[in-house]
């Protein structure tokens, strides 16, 4: 009878600490990684930064990283002035941003800059995590960095030779070779300001998501419910035995 009583006890409880591993569950939406424009204070976008940007030309950035902008993008007439097709218009999914908030008045100094967004990963398996995603771009990106390793994506002279609204379609995931973090994820974009016949060097840079998702790990807090209340039925099924099937100490 004692060996039976054990025998309950540990068959209850391993099987709820199986049920309250942190296994795998159905995708799950990444909210952390959003578009540009998508997530904007005034006309300032929350979720990402220029980290790096030209030393001289008509604009200076005296201080990086710094925030980067929502531009003022209508649909007509054609935007930036003086661009051969203009960008791809703002809509609701996603906008375009720059180093300054006009940079249509002003333009942009030559040379390369670099856009900056964090997401986080806390809870999903690296591994499952696969993301979707176009990019625009005035006027190339040669590099695309994530957790500072080049993906090996290029979109070349997307204004001139690329069709602006088709933008490219970028995918990152681990089956490609690409190593997320559990934890918090740079995703970085170069962007080339090349010098054009535009009476402004206007340069701008653009990220619609189309998909971001992974298998969430942590265990739901119904799960630990279950575990705390299959811990307290083994202390009852004890406490519960005749002194006689107790161990003798």
């Known amino acids: 009878m004692l060996l039976m009583g054990r025998i ?4 209850l409880l391993v099987t709820t600490l199986l049920l309250a591993l942190p296994l795998p569950v159905a995708a799950t939406e990444i909210t952390t990684f959003v578009s540009t ?3 904007v204070t005034g006309d300032r976008d929350n979720k990402y930064q220029v980290v790096a940007a030209p030393s001289t030309g008509p604009v200076t950035y005296d201080t990086v990283p710094f925030d980067a902008y929502v531009t003022f993008n209508p649909p007509t007439p054609q935007f930036p002035v003086g661009v051969p097709g203009g960008w791809f ?3 609701s999914d996603s906008k375009w941003i720059a180093a300054q908030r006009d940079t249509n008045t002003q333009g942009d100094s030559i040379g390369q800059f670099m856009y900056e967004t964090r997401f986080d990963l806390t809870g999903f398996d690296p591994i499952s995590v696969v993301l979707q995603f176009h990019v ?10 994530l957790n500072n390793a080049a993906t090996g994506d290029q979109v070349l002279d997307m204004i001139n030779y690329v069709n602006p609204l088709a933008g490219a379609q970028v995918t990152l995931s681990n089956a490609a070779g690409f190593a997320f973090n559990p934890g918090v994820n740079t995703l970085r974009f170069a962007v080339d300001n090349t010098s054009f016949y535009y009476p402004t060097n206007v340069s701008g840079f653009r990220l619609r998501v189309d998909s971001a998702d992974g298998q969430y790990v942590v265990p739901e ?3 630990m419910a ?3 209340a299959g811990l307290i039925l083994s202390g009852l099924i004890y406490r519960r035995r005749k002194p006689h099937e107790r161990p003798i100490r």
Not at 136 to 145: E, R
């Open 8 to 11: 309950a006890a540990m068959r």
């Open 37 to 39: 424009g998508a997530d």
């Open 89 to 91: 218009s703002d809509d």
């Open 136 to 145: 625009w771009a005035d006027n190339q990106i040669p590099t695309i960095f």
């Open 221 to 223: 807090p119904s799960t």
């Open 226 to 228: 279950l575990l705390g």
